[in-house]
């Protein structure tokens, strides 16, 4: 039977993972607005690291509005969804690594800025404060650690027209939590900010951000169930998932999640948290 790994990230890493991720960050983005928080100052000359960069994304947005002299590094557990060198700004470099783990010495000490997105099917309960004091160790004294993630637990239907109810959609969520919470990854997203402060964090501060815009919600709906579907794949392939019993059953729970969705017009709705501290 295989073991989760410290760190391991629940998500299958695929091509359809890799669109999931895009369109995810996408629908995000159109909620927060900014790829650096305001209390970061910005100036040409910046290092900047993106822990846990899945297809770079982020990155590639940060690099189309800053200057070709800021130096930008991407780390992940696993490379496979790193895009292809030939498309990337010369400033983008990345590199295999695994946040819980330390960083080689030439990196320790070096950041303006570190980034750390969507650790929510990442991390276990007791690893998200390990998790900061080691992400800690690569920023400069002044330098920022900023971590954007969702309270994916939370996660609700709305929108249901009266005296009808999503069932399959509702299901869906449900099968989810459980099957994070049986695996040790259920994250109080709440308390990042406390766990910043606990870590030696200054002037940390927190900005949430409910996930309503009308405009995005045919893509977040899509987005959670995708993500409930890969979850539920990995989790299934590992033999930890006793509800289950075939690849069939879980791609029948896409469709009838979707058809619930589509149907009553209703969608999926959860907060995002953009947390940010300095490291004096």
């Known amino acids: 039977m295989s073991e989760v790994q410290r760190g391991e990230y629940l998500l299958v890493r695929n091509m359809a993972e890799s669109e999931r991720l895009e369109m995810q960050y996408k629908a995000w983005q159109a909620n927060i607005g900014y790829l650096l928080h305001p209390a970061i100052k910005q100036h040409d000359r910046m290092r900047i690291a993106d822990v846990g960069t899945g297809t770079g994304i982020w990155l590639r947005e940060l690099a189309a509005v800053l200057p070709i002299t800021c130096q930008l590094d991407g780390f992940d557990l696993s490379g496979v969804m ?3 060198k030939n498309i990337l ?4 470099t990345f590199h295999h690594q695994n946040l819980l783990e330390p960083f080689p010495d030439e990196f320790l000490g070096e950041y ?3 980034n750390v997105r969507v650790m929510v099917v990442a991390l276990s309960h007791d690893e998200w404060e390990p998790a900061v004091r ?4 690569l920023l400069k004294p002044g330098g920022h650690l900023q971590w954007i993630d969702c309270a994916a637990h939370e996660c609700v239907v709305k929108g249901e027209p009266e005296g009808k109810r999503a069932t399959n959609a509702r299901y869906g969520l449900d099968l ?3 099957t994070l919470i049986s695996l040790g990854k259920t994250p109080n997203v709440a308390a990042l900010h406390d766990t910043f402060q606990n870590s030696g964090l ?4 927190e900005r949430i951000y409910t996930l309503d815009n009308p405009e995005t919600r045919e893509d977040l709906n899509l987005t959670v169930v995708v993500g409930v579907q890969h979850i ?3 989790v299934f392939k590992m033999h930890k998932l006793d509800e289950i019993q075939s690849m069939h059953q879980i791609t029948a729970l896409r469709e009838a999640m979707l058809s619930d969705l589509h149907s009553l017009a209703c969608y999926y709705c959860f907060d995002v948290f953009v947390v940010v501290g300095r490291k004096s």
């Open 82 to 84: 790193f895009p292809s």
């Open 89 to 92: 700004p010369e400033n983008i």
């Open 112 to 114: 303006d800025v570190v």
């Open 134 to 137: 080691n992400l800690m160790t």
């Open 176 to 178: 989810f939590r459980r």
């Open 202 to 205: 200054e002037s940390c501060q």
């Open 232 to 234: 539920l794949t990995t």
